[in-house]
């Protein structure tokens, strides 16, 4: 890792905060690599909507997490998590700083504060994946589950590693793993991490946003949408989710004017970008404000100086 830090910053805020642009200078002064904290920047085509890093920026820092599933794939929270951390530690070992960036809460908590507490073995983990991580060894784990553990079963019959982790405290715990979930408080942040939260005035906020699904609209995105809708954006399992998209279908099949359009992404992308500034508030006590706007310079000095 750098020489000089053995914590590493998180970078959060909501949509069109600046989060690119402060980790992408920091990953420049500090010797950095970034990885995307984005349900939807793990989309190949899904590139304008997401207002991913352009691929002068990739080429320059290099960025994790960004195009590595199709849209007709599934992601995943503990996938996520699970390479996530790997990175983490990949990152470290070649001396360079770790910097995860992005807005999607759940992906956030689950990183800074940890999935669960619950016990584990890893002998025993290694066990069932050889068993059951797999497509037949997955419809016997969800006969055993059903039986056994009916309400882990009805939560998580869709997502194997789930199942998968949920069946090993079972087998640890004689309990299922949502009763247990009730009775543990959430443990306090990893010690390795410093969270930072770009928090701007509301207005201001507003302005930035409408600016930005403007310049998204005008450089393309429709276009975009329309290519990706061929393909099959609407019937994926959860890539159909990334905001504005879903919109500009409806736009396409007529049922929107243009400026209806552009006042519809407007008002959803506000209010996603609430629900963030109010996930953040709540999840992430513990993380340091950025007061925004502030010269870059003096957001460096910032990040870097509560980094050790």
Not at 29 to 52: C, F, N, P, W
Not at 165 to 183: I, N
Not at 288 to 293: H, T, Y
Request: charged share 30%; aromatic share 8%; net charge positive.
């Amino acid at each position: 890792m750098h020489a000089m830090f053995r914590t590493f910053p998180v970078i959060m805020g909501p949509t069109a905060s600046g989060k690119s642009a402060l980790s992408l200078e920091l990953a420049r002064r500090l010797g950095g690599e970034i990885i995307s904290v984005d349900s939807m920047q793990v989309y190949r085509g899904l590139d304008i909507g997401t207002a991913k890093p352009t691929p002068e920026e990739r080429k320059e820092i290099p960025h994790h997490l960004i195009d590595v599933l199709d849209i007709g794939e599934r992601a995943d929270l503990f996938t996520f998590h699970d390479k996530a951390e790997a990175l983490i530690a990949e990152i470290r070992s070649r001396g360079r700083l770790p910097i995860p960036a992005g807005g999607t809460g759940l992906y956030l908590r689950a990183l800074v504060y940890g999935l669960d507490n619950m016990p584990a073995d890893e002998a025993l983990r290694r066990q069932i994946n050889a068993e059951f991580d797999n497509d037949s060894g997955f419809e016997a784990l969800k006969k055993i589950m059903r039986e056994t553990v009916p309400d882990d079963f009805e939560k998580w019959h869709q997502h194997r590693r789930r199942l998968l982790r949920a069946y090993e405290v079972f087998l640890l715990t004689g309990k299922s793993f949502t009763s247990l979930q009730k009775t543990w408080k959430s443990a306090g942040p990893r010690h390795d991490a410093v969270q930072f939260v770009l928090r701007w005035e509301r207005d201001e906020l507003k302005r930035r946003i409408r600016e930005r699904c403007r310049t998204m609209l005008a450089h393309g995105w429709i276009e975009e949408t329309e290519v990706l809708a061929g393909k099959g954006l609407f019937s994926a399992p959860t890539a159909w989710q990334a905001l504005g998209y879903p919109l500009i279908g409806e736009y396409l099949r007529g049922e929107l004017s243009r400026n209806e359009l552009e006042e519809r992404i407007v008002t959803a992308t506000w209010q996603f970008a609430r629900r963030q500034m109010t996930w953040f508030r709540g999840q992430h006590k513990e993380a340091l404000i950025l007061e925004m706007p502030q010269p870059m310079e003096q957001l460096l000095k910032r990040v870097a100086s509560a980094l050790n």
